[in-house]
């Protein structure tokens, strides 16, 4: 089992910045990709994905957020961040961490976090 808690989310005006930090513990030495998700709570739309990190550093966006957000890792710590600057009102939703783990012979399992608020105010 792997265990996944964020945490630096909360409320910024348009133009500001925040910076989302996971922790995973746990079963961690099988960890391949960590990535992002949004949620926009009361819509229909499903969890998106925003950005990944491979573990060995290769990062992925989705097209909304190229050149404001930057995920990063530290794998050593057992960390994954997401420095959100020049935010935007449609960036408010709730993030989840996610951590995919791969072992030989296992089916793929896909762990998350509890979520972390972001609200930006234009």
């Known amino acids: 089992q792997v265990q996944l808690v964020e945490s630096g989310g909360g409320l910024v005006q348009a133009g500001g910045s925040l910076t989302l930090s996971c922790q995973a513990s746990g079963r961690v030495s099988n960890i391949s990709s960590m990535a992002w998700y949004r949620q926009v709570p009361g819509k229909s739309r499903p969890r998106e994905l925003v950005t990944d990190i491979s573990s060995g550093g290769y990062a992925r966006y989705v097209e909304s957020v190229k050149g404001r957000f930057t995920i990063s890792r530290d794998n050593k710590k057992n960390m994954v961040y997401l420095r959100m600057n020049s935010l935007k009102p449609e960036d408010t939703g709730i993030y989840y961490c996610?951590?995919?783990?791969?072992?030989?012979?296992?089916?793929?399992?896909?762990?998350w976090g509890q979520g972390t608020q972001v609200t930006v105010s234009s």
């Open positions: 996610n951590a995919v783990q791969l072992s030989i012979g296992a089916p793929k399992i896909d762990y």
